[in-house]
């Protein structure tokens, strides 16, 4: 089974600065996504970034990047120039290909503090 | 695109009651349709898993008979919380996934239920 496991429960960064959220996963499977979401106070889960594993270049989406290492079972989100928009939880999630569910596994998440 | 809307946004009802919960994909077609449900400070539980025409796959422990779910149409899934109790208070997520979205789940804004 696939577990994706969040080791900080809470970070917080001042406005402007870089943060990075970890995460790591453990699964057998060879062929899976990967996703970062954020669930800011209003609890609506938005898409921040989605990596496919046969791809070796990290996904970026603006200010938001990955970086993953498929050895390592890591995916770590890099937040840069961080905004006070950006407090939210983050969760971590885990997708399997080739099944017919496409269900995803989520790590208990990260709450982010963006401090002005 | 990709946007996900959910009824009600929050709902209040008495002991024993059932309460329907709609989730419709307004600009995709939706092939599958998940249900979650979230805890103060928790990360999100899968409940179950839709398929447009086909019964719901549940999870371990999830009550199909209290947790009932159709998927009559590419659009819309509903979760019934039938003859529900305190217990069942929590916030519920739907999200969906469609053709041409890269297997990503997209999440409606959930729904708050209350059961006194």
């Known amino acids: 089974a696939q577990t994706v496991t969040q080791s900080q429960p809470e970070m917080s960064v001042q406005e402007a600065e870089t943060v990075t959220l970890s995460c790591t996963y453990d699964?057998?499977?060879?062929?899976?996504?990967l996703f970062w979401y954020k669930q800011p106070p209003s609890r609506q889960m938005i898409l921040v970034i989605r990596?496919?594993?046969?791809?070796?270049q990290n996904a970026t989406e603006n200010r938001f990047s990955v970086n993953f290492q498929k050895a390592a079972k890591s995916f770590s989100l890099k937040i840069s120039d961080s905004q006070l928009g950006d407090t939210a939880m983050y969760f971590c999630?885990?997708?399997?290909?080739?099944?017919?569910?496409?269900?995803?596994?989520f790590g208990k998440g990260t709450k982010l503090s963006v401090k002005p | 695109g990709a946007v996900v809307s959910q009824h009600p946004s929050w709902v209040i009802c008495k002991s024993g009651t059932s309460v329907k919960i709609e989730c419709r994909s307004l600009?995709?077609?939706?092939?599958?349709m998940f249900w979650y449900r979230q805890f103060p400070k928790q990360s999100l539980m899968l409940m179950a898993t839709?398929?447009?025409?086909?019964?719901?796959?549940?999870e371990q422990g999830v009550e199909k008979d209290k947790f009932l779910i159709n998927h009559a149409s590419l659009t819309l899934s509903t979760l019934t919380v039938t003859s529900a109790h305190p217990e069942d208070s929590s916030f519920y997520i739907c999200?969906?996934?469609?053709?041409?979205?890269?297997?990503?789940?997209?999440f409606g804004p959930g729904t708050r239920l209350t059961v006194l």
């Open positions: 600009d995709f077609q939706a092939t599958t």
């Open positions: 839709s398929n447009e025409g086909s019964k719901a796959t549940y």
């Open positions: 990596q496919e594993a046969y791809k070796q």
């Open positions: 699964t057998s499977e060879n062929n899976y996504y």
């Open positions: 999200s969906a996934r469609g053709a041409g979205l890269a297997d990503t789940q997209y």
């Open positions: 999630a885990f997708m399997k290909l080739g099944g017919s569910q496409g269900n995803l596994i």
